[in-house]
């Protein structure tokens, strides 16, 4: 009965946020991201040690994609979700809705989800293709390694989704809160992609590998087996914490915002425009 | 005939920042028609969100159907159904699947035919209603809007300015269907409205606010009688010159129920219409004085409206 509720809302959302310009603009922006990063395979290297070697290119092809793609991902979530939260309270849409017996809890998590998903599934698929451009010859070890990019870049979605809600609920107003929300979100991506090794310093870098959208990356890293690149730190966090601990992390960084927001507006918030 | 009580407002109190949108209101609501009213800013839209649990009352206590508005929300929202001021809806849907997704949000299983007939009902011509809503005029957007507020059997359906941005015949067409609606299908109403002649003829129970306050509540002719004028008289007001001596004429007439002079003219309360209307050029005449307008005074719900505002 309720998820049936939910679907039908869902399929509603879905097609309100992604109506027509805004998928195609989305899918072009993320492309020309990650176009950057193909890049040949062109080692050359002893026969016996060939799978070992094309399988670290291609797991380093997958981690470069996919940060590549963090900034399109981190802008389109953050403006996606201020604009849908905000627009929907500004225009009375989410006063009808809420009229009717559809719960809080269900209007917030159809209204996140419809943003986050499709972004989070839309970076797995561009993903898996810019890294097949390259290593088409092993297409199943291509996806087995993109999948990994499917839950990194969803924890990363729901830490600046949850910026784009705190500033849609602040705001609340359409205009305002998407400027907001693309600078805030803008400013946590810049904070968090000061490269490592031209900064300098352990601290430094164990300060970053903290933040939500660098944790992540290393998460990601983790996940594919890659060595860090700063060999010269061997004692960073980077290096000695597990990929379970940057889990973690990544999930941490995902609720922080989110899970306040949510009881925010499912106990307090008033919808009174 | 007492009705039942089906909601019940206790001194309640909301703030938004330095306005204080409701002042202790407290009032209740009947089965049967009631009309919310008061001028812009009195607090009707305030009050019915209050009551759908949208917003949270600063102090006091709000109850529909027996649930608290704020806590319980979800049990009212299954009973109600509502037609906002601003109209809102999913622009790239059509009517009909705007109907159908709201349909399924109330759990209610309405078939396509049954939803056309609805919108059939609400008077939405049939080319409509595969149409995208965001092609819709103001008027038709109020009519989709209707149709979702009756979607799913409500006990009670609360209507916020209904008529606002309809042309007078259509503003007939709506009361009249919500006078069947409530005969024949036993649906209860609130409707708010700040055009007083059109709720007169409707309405069972009457809540008049002002300021986010309860000025008076209750049938039309129990709130007239409490203002010292009687029902059953027709009032006009007589523009002459000199006032005086046409009132000291009119004094000992028969049909002549009260008489009052206000701002300069007179108002009269009549008991024979048709009388009067014979006598008082006679009466100009022996008076010598010259007339410079009669009309019927206002209807009888502005007059309790304007009495109780007064009042205060
Ligand atoms: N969201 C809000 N923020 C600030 N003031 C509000 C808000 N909503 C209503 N008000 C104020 O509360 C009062 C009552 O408004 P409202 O309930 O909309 O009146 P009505 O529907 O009777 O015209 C008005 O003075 C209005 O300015
Ligand atoms: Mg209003």
């Not at chain 2, 008289?233 to 010159?241: D, G």
Request: proline share 3%.
């Amino acid at each position: 009965m309720s998820l049936r509720v939910g679907l039908a809302l869902l399929k509603a959302e879905l097609d309100k946020v992604w109506a027509r310009p805004i998928l195609e603009i989305t899918v072009a922006f993320m492309a020309t991201m990650a176009i950057f990063m193909v890049q040949p395979f062109t080692e050359i290297v002893d026969h016996s040690k060939f799978s070992i070697v094309f399988q670290s290119a291609l797991a380093g092809s997958v981690s470069s994609t996919v940060a590549s793609l963090l900034l399109p991902l981190v802008i389109m979530c953050g403006v996606l979700m201020a604009l849908s939260f905000a627009r929907d309270y500004e225009s009375g849409l989410m006063l009808s809705i809420l009229s009717v017996p559809v719960s809080r809890k269900m209007f917030f998590a159809v209204k996140f989800f419809a943003v986050v998903l499709p972004l989070a599934l839309l970076s797995w698929i561009l993903t898996t293709f810019f890294v097949g451009l390259t290593f088409y010859s092993s297409p199943w070890l291509v996806l087995q390694l993109s999948f990994y990019a499917l839950p990194v870049t969803f924890l990363s979605l729901m830490f600046c989704g949850g910026i784009g809600v705190l500033v849609a609920l602040l705001v609340k107003r359409s205009i305002p809160a998407v400027l907001t929300s693309l600078l805030a979100n803008f400013f946590f991506w810049f904070l968090t992609n000061i490269d490592t090794l031209s900064s300098g310093g352990d601290s430094y870098a164990n300060y970053l590998c903290l933040t939500p959208y660098k944790g992540a990356l290393v998460f990601l890293n983790k996940l594919l087996g890659l060595a860090p690149k700063a060999i010269s730190m061997t004692d960073t966090l980077e290096v000695t914490l597990s990929a379970g601990a940057f889990g973690v992390l990544a999930v941490f960084w995902a609720c922080v915002l989110v899970v306040p927001m949510f009881v925010y507006f499912c106990r307090r918030f008033e919808i009174c425009e | 005939m007492c009705r039942e009580v089906i909601g019940e407002f206790k001194s309640v109190t909301k703030r938004f920042g330095a306005t204080t949108a409701l002042d202790e209101l407290s009032l209740d609501i009947h089965r049967g028609i009631n009309g919310l009213i008061g001028h812009n800013g009195a607090g009707k839209t305030t009050a019915i969100r209050l009551s759908l649990g949208l917003i949270k009352p600063d102090d006091g206590c709000a109850k529909l159907f027996g649930f608290d508005c704020w806590r319980d929300s979800m049990s009212i929202r299954n009973k109600v159904g509502v037609l906002y001021e601003k109209l809102a809806f999913y622009d790239n849907m059509s009517g009909l699947e705007q109907l159908r997704l709201m349909a399924k949000l109330k759990g209610a299983s309405d078939s396509v035919v049954k939803l056309r007939k609805l919108l059939c009902l609400v008077e939405l011509d049939e080319g409509a209603h595969d149409r995208r809503v965001g092609g819709y005029s103001a008027g038709m957007r109020q009519r989709l809007g209707l149709a979702q507020a009756l979607l799913g059997k409500p006990e009670l359906v609360i209507l916020d300015e209904p008529t606002a941005n309809l042309d007078p015949l259509n503003r007939t067409k709506i009361l009249e269907l919500v006078t069947f609606l409530n005969k024949e299908h036993n649906i209860s109403f609130l409707i708010s409205s700040h055009i007083l002649p059109e709720l007169e003829k409707i309405c069972d129970n009457f809540i008049l606010m002002n300021k986010g306050k309860l000025l008076r509540q209750g049938k039309l002719e129990q709130m007239l009688s409490k203002t010292s004028l009687s029902v059953p008289f027709v009032k006009f007001v007589v523009r002459v010159h000199p006032v005086e001596s046409v009132a000291t004429f009119l004094e000992g007439e028969e049909c002549v129920e009260k008489l009052s002079i206000i701002d300069g003219s007179l108002h009269v309360i009549v008991k024979d219409v048709l009388l009067f209307k014979q006598r008082l050029p006679l009466l100009i005449g022996q008076a010598k004085a010259s007339l410079d307008e009669v009309k019927m005074a206002e209807s009888d719900l502005e007059t309790v409206f304007k009495s109780s505002v007064k009042e205060v």
